[in-house]
């Protein structure tokens, strides 16, 4: 029935350390537990007697029509949770009408995910591998369809993800061997994930990383190669120069980073924690909505992602200012669980819960939405109005 039903089944499926790979957070997991605590705090206020035989979730993102305002955000290592699991989640985005966000921790070629998807592309860059390895990339990228690059700037270096170490995650996610695999010894509770795992070939290399003069990056290479791979406000001015499209920065909680962000040529800006897995403390991402809205004044797109679990959650950053949401371990657990009509579930449930929330409210559509159908709590008063 909801996205929690979904992660009930997602858990009973593949292994614990791969299930609290997605499921987890950084250190305490405070901001984990804060960013969908925040949607509780905002509440809404609906017009009634008002009769909506039909809501409008339509709506354009930087030029790409999508039956309603969600992306599936870049999840790492989405092979590991399904076979072939990016070109599966690509293609039940695009026959949702949805954008998908590919990550470059993928395992399969960016041109396969093209092929197999049917909706809007965006490609999020990680510079591991180097300058030239990303310059590769975006090439392309460009050729294969895809229409808007982010760029992911919360990873000065690894958030510290204590349920990770415990279960030796990255033994797993290195793994394309079955020796290697039986090292976790949780995957052996999980036969039918392991099964569809090696059946599917497993994966040894990420494909879309293609360093010169060395090939393409092996997978127990890639924690190290992204480690030594900030980005940093000097690589947006050549990465402006070498994407001829729209960029978007990703991981901007403050008003002061999505005014930077406009400096260097961004389109637009997606206020995220990364899901609560780099910096455990820092502001749910709604919470740091409001701000980044004002500062941006409405010159570029301003999307959000983290803790969106319910189609009224979509409601509530809509009404904060953001123009989309991403949603990623909404739809990491309809992958793992059942696979493409994992992800096909999430998506209907959310849509529903969207649809249905608008009519309660008494709106007809998304573009009407804004800050009067929501009530902010006291304790975000020092935020902006």
């Given amino acids: 029935m909801n996205i929690a039903d ?15 790979y997605i499921d987890g957070g950084a250190e305490g997991e405070v901001t984990l537990r804060e960013s969908t605590r925040a949607f509780e705090e905002v509440t809404f ?8 035989p039909k809501c409008d979730l339509r709506t354009t993102v930087l030029g790409s029509e999508m039956s309603m305002p969600m992306l599936l955000a870049p999840c790492g290592f989405s092979h590991m949770f399904y076979p072939h699991g990016e070109p599966t989640a690509a293609r039940a985005a695009g026959k949702a009408g949805l954008g998908y966000v590919l990550t470059t ?36 990228a460009q050729k294969a369809g895809y229409k808007v690059l982010v760029i992911t700037i919360d990873t000065g ?29 949780q995957v052996l509770a999980r036969p039918s994930w392991l099964a569809g795992f090696l059946l599917a070939g497993g994966v040894r290399k990420l494909h879309n990383i293609v360093v010169p003069g060395k090939g393409t990056l092996p997978l127990s290479e890639a924690q190290s190669s992204l480690a030594k791979s900030v980005v940093t406000w000097d690589d947006l001015k050549w990465l402006r120069k070498a994407w001829p499209g729209p960029i978007i920065v990703k991981g901007v909680l403050t008003g002061d980073d999505a005014r930077r962000s406009i400096d260097e040529g961004a389109a637009g800006v997606i206020v995220s924690n990364h899901g609560g897995r780099q910096l455990d403390g820092v502001l749910p991402s709604l919470r ?42 909404a739809y990491a657990y309809g992958l793992c669980a059942a696979g493409e009509a994992g992800v096909a579930r999430a998506i209907e449930i959310l849509r529903a819960d969207l649809a249905r929330t608008l009519a309660l409210l008494g709106c007809a559509s998304i573009a009407e939405l804004n800050r009067s159908y929501v009530n902010i709590p006291a304790s975000w008063a020092s935020l902006p109005s």
């Avoid at 979904?6 to 609290?20: C, D, K, N």
């Avoid at 591998?129 to 990339?137: I, S």
Wanted: glycine letters at 12%; proline letters at 4%.
């Fill in 6 to 20: 979904l992660r009930l089944v997602a858990q009973r499926r593949v292994p614990r350390v791969l299930f609290e």
């Fill in 45 to 52: 206020r609906p017009r009634n007697a008002v009769y909506v």
């Fill in 105 to 140: 921790m993928s395992g399969h070629k960016l041109e396969d995910v093209a092929a197999a998807s049917s909706g809007p592309l965006w490609y999020q860059l990680y510079l591991a591998g180097g300058r030239e390895a990303g310059e590769g990339a975006i090439e392309r």
């Fill in 157 to 185: 270096t690894f958030g510290m993800r204590e349920r990770d170490v415990r279960n030796r995650a990255g033994a797993l996610l290195g793994a394309y061997s079955l020796e290697k695999l039986l090292a976790v010894p």
């Fill in 288 to 329: 740091a909505l409001p701000e980044i809205v004002q500062a941006v004044n409405g010159r570029v797109t301003v999307m959000m992602d983290g803790g969106v679990r319910r189609g009224s959650d979509i409601v509530k950053a809509l009404c904060l200012g953001a123009s989309a949401v991403l949603i990623g371990r």
